[in-house]
Nanobody, 126 residues
Framework: QVQLRESGGGSVQAGGSLRLSCAAS????????MGWFRQAPGQAREFVSA????????LYADSVKGRFTISPDNVKNTVYLQMNSLKPEDTAVYYC???????????????????WGQGTQVTVSS
């Protein structure tokens, strides 16, 4: 069983930055592929970014490319999502997800993830 704990959400003005963190409880963090998803009010949850277990493969939604960066810290068993140039349309609850895998590819499909965090709110005002 893997427990995920997100932090770093908050309120920011458009153009600002936030860094989300997702700490995983699993000791073998190096076997976890991690991802970030978000859900805005009244909308379906959508993919934001993902990183492979070895950190060498990353994926980004087109809407966040060039603004968001996903990165791992294997010492702290944590994955970060650095969000720059935030827009009001980035407002959502952001969820961290994880799956134990031997694949070298980042995982972009929501249904492939087995473990989810509780979510952290990000609000961007104009």
């Amino acid at each position: 069983q893997v427990q995920l704990r997100e932090s770093g959400g908050g309120s920011v003005q458009a153009g600002g930055s936030l860094r989300l963190s997702c700490a995983a409880s699993l000791r073998t963090f190096s076997s976890l592929a991690m991802g970030w998803f978000r859900q805005a009010p009244g909308q379906a949850r959508e993919f934001v970014s993902a990183i492979s277990w070895n950190g060498r493969d990353t994926l980004y939604a087109d809407s966040v490319k060039g603004r968001f960066t996903i990165s791992p810290d294997n010492v702290k068993n944590t994955v970060y999502l650095q969000m720059n140039s935030l827009k009001p349309e980035d407002t959502a609850v952001y969820y961290c997800a994880a799956v134990i895998t031997g694949s070298y590819s980042a995982v972009g499909a929501e249904y492939e993830y087995d473990y989810w965090g509780q979510g952290t709110q990000v609000t961007v005002s104009s």
